[in-house]
């Protein structure tokens, strides 16, 4: 099939489909949003590669450059997982319960910004699809309404057309919320995998600074 003729069956199937196209439309444009705004945060700006990460910055501790650390993650714009890193580095030099409070304190601001109006888009499909059955069913009343007071050679006529209408609502109404729950699952794994790494690299940034501390306490003890 040419894209002309998809086209012009696609613009056919919403005229058909009646008054309910309009919300299930919003419900397309609201989703599509959502998903291109997320997708955007997600896989640009909060990302980063964290095994690359995570060794530049392990590097900076075993050589005692904790300012050279900060400043790698200083350097990382938007990405969330220097920033949580980076509060863990700035209580280097306090003890194991505070270093984790500050990691913690960061994940917790953190984590809320990745997972932002991913929920709406289950929400969007649920709608879209009860969108679409209200509409199969508003076309098949008012297919059979109309049927009462019909002449016998317009029933035909008059019953394919709310038949017509009730399909194409409940087709956009599928097609919204297919892309909507798609779209969900992707970028809901996304935002876990990110959580995920925080936490990971959250728990090696302590057993690195902890080494840290216990190496400099050995060769202050040796040095006396």
Not at 94 to 113: F, T, V
Not at 162 to 184: D, Q, R
Request: with cysteine; proline share 2%.
């Amino acid at each position: 099939m040419e894209s002309g003729d998809f086209l012009s069956r696609v613009v056919e199937l919403w005229k058909n489909g009646g008054v309910w196209m309009y919300p299930i439309l919003f419900c397309f444009a609201l989703s599509a949003g959502i998903v291109l705004e997320r997708t955007l945060r997600l896989f640009f700006q909060f990302n980063t590669d964290g095994s690359a990460f995570m060794f530049e910055i392990q590097k900076h501790v075993l050589a005692n450059d904790l300012d050279g650390a900060i400043r790698l993650c200083n350097g990382s714009g938007n990405a969330v997982l220097p920033k949580v890193l980076k509060a863990g580095l700035q209580r280097a030099s306090r003890d194991e319960s505070q270093i984790q409070n500050a990691l913690d304190a960061a994940s917790l601001e953190a984590i809320p910004k990745l997972e932002r109006r991913i929920p709406y888009l289950a929400a969007v499909a649920n709608i879209s699809t009860l969108l679409g059955l209200l509409g199969t069913i508003s076309g098949l009343i008012a297919s059979f309404k109309s049927l009462e007071k019909a002449d016998p050679a317009q029933k035909q006529a008059l019953l394919s057309a709310g038949i017509s209408e009730a399909m194409s609502a409940t087709a956009f109404g599928l097609v919204t919320a297919i892309m909507a729950m798609s779209a969900h699952s992707l970028l809901a794994a996304r935002a876990s995998k990110i959580t995920e790494e925080i936490d990971e690299f959250g728990v090696k940034l302590m057993d690195l600074l902890s080494a840290r501390k216990y190496r400099h306490s050995s060769e202050k003890g040796s040095n006396d």
